[in-house]
C-alpha cells in the first residue's frame, strides 16, 4: 500500500514537472493575449470618442450650413432690393432731365413774356401820357369806335399782367415739382446706401460662415480619415488575438497532452518497478485510488473563508476570488490528465472535483493538478485566467454563485 502511495507520488510529481515545463510559454502567450485586448479596448474607446467627435462636427456644419443658407437668401433679397432701387434711381433721373427741360422752357417763356410785357407797358405809357392817350379815343370816327379804344388799352394791360402771372404760377410749380423728384432721388441714394452696407456687412458673414463649414468639412474628413485607420487597426488586433487565442488554445492542448503522456509512461514505468502482488479486482483498485466524494465543510478558517457577499478575501495561500462557468471543458481536461474524480457541486455552492475543491491558478505558479489550501478546504488547480498574469499568486475559486 505505501508502495502504490509513492508510485502515485512520482506520478504526480512527473506530471507537475511536464505541466511546469509547458506553463511558462503558455503565460507569456496569454500576457500577449491580455495586452492585446487591452489595446483593442483602448482602441475602441478612442473610437467611440472620435465618433462622439465626428457627431458633434457634423451637426455644427449643419448649423453652419442651415445659417449659410439663410444669409444667401438675405443677400439675395438684398440684390433685388438693390437693382429695383437702382432702376428707381434711373427713373427718377429721367423724370428729372424732363422736368429740368420744362423749367428751362417754362423760365424762358417767363422771360419772353417778361420783355414783351415791359415793351407794350412803355408803349402804353408813353403814348398815354398827355394828350396821346385822349387823342388816340377821341380820334375815333364815332362812340363805338372810341369806347373800344379805351377798352382795347385796359384789356391788353390786363392780359399781359394775367399772362406774367401764368408763367410765373408755372415756373413755381416747375420748380416745386423739380425739387419733390429731387428729394425722392436724395432718398433713393439713402436707402440705396443701407443696402448697399447690409449687403456688404451679410456678404463678409457669408465668406465668414462659409470659411467656418469648410473648416468643419475638412477636420470631419480629418477625424474620418483617423477613424478609418483606427478601425482597420481594431480588425487588425481582433486577427491578432483570434491568433492568439488559437495559439493558447494549442498550448493547453499540447501541454496537456505531453503530461498525459509523461504521465502514462511514469505510471508504466513504476507499475514494471513494482513486485508482484495479488491481483485485486479492478472496482476494488478504483476504490483504492479513487475515493468516493466526501461531502466536507469548509476549513476552521472562521469568518474569513470566501462567501458569495465576501466577494474577495487573503485566504491561506494568497488572495481569492470566485467564478462561475461551464466546467465541462475544464473536467474535460483534467480527465484527459488521467483524473476521473467526480465532478459535483457542494450544498455551499462550491464546485467540487472528487474531494477537492475546483480552483484557478497561474499554472506557471501552480501547475494544473497540483493541490493548495484555500479558505473553502484543499483545492486542486483545474483552471487559469487573465487575472493569473496581474496576480500570480491569486486563486479563483469556482462556484455555483
Known sequence: MIRNWKRMG????????????????????QEELSNAQQKKSEAESELQDMQSKIEALES????????????NDQLSELTEQLDDLQQQYSEKQQELDVISLELTEAQEDEEVQRKNMALRIQYMYENSSGTNRLASIFSAGDFTQMLNAATDFSQLESYDRKMLQD??????????????????????????AESEQKKSEIQQLCDETQQQVEEYAASIDSEEGDAARLI?????????????????????AAADAAAKAQQEAAQQEAVQAAPQQISVPQTQQ?????????????PGYGS?????????????????????????????????????????VRSDGVKMLGNYVMV??????????????TSLGTGIVCDTGGFAISNPTQLDIATAW
Open 10 to 29: 512520482a506520478v504526480f510529481m512527473a506530471a507537475a514537472v511536464v505541466m511546469s515545463a509547458g506553463a511558462p510559454a503558455y503565460g507569456s502567450t
Open 60 to 71: 455644427k456644419k449643419g448649423e453652419a450650413e442651415a445659417y449659410l443658407r439663410e444669409l
Open 167 to 192: 408763367y410765373i404760377d408755372s415756373c413755381k410749380k416747375v420748380e416745386e415739382k423739380k425739387k419733390e423728384a429731387e428729394d425722392q432721388q436724395k432718398e433713393i441714394e439713402r436707402v440705396s
Open 232 to 252: 482597420a487597426s481594431i480588425h487588425e488586433q481582433q486577427a491578432n488575438i483570434e491568433g492568439l487565442e488559437r495559439k493558447a488554445a494549442d498550448e493547453v
Open 286 to 298: 478504483a476504490a483504492q485510488t479513487t475515493p468516493e466524494p466526501v461531502e466536507q465543510a469548509a
Open 304 to 344: 474569513g473563508a470566501l462567501t458569495r457577499s465576501a466577494g474577495r478575501i487573503n485566504g491561506p495561500s494568497g488572495e481569492e476570488t470566485y467564478y462561475n462557468m461551464d466546467m465541462s471543458g475544464v473536467v474535460q481536461i483534467m480527465r484527459s490528465m488521467g483524473n476521473n474524480d467526480e465532478y459535483w
Open 360 to 373: 484557478a491558478a497561474n499554472l506557471s505558479v501552480r501547475p494544473r493538478g497540483s493541490l493548495v489550501a
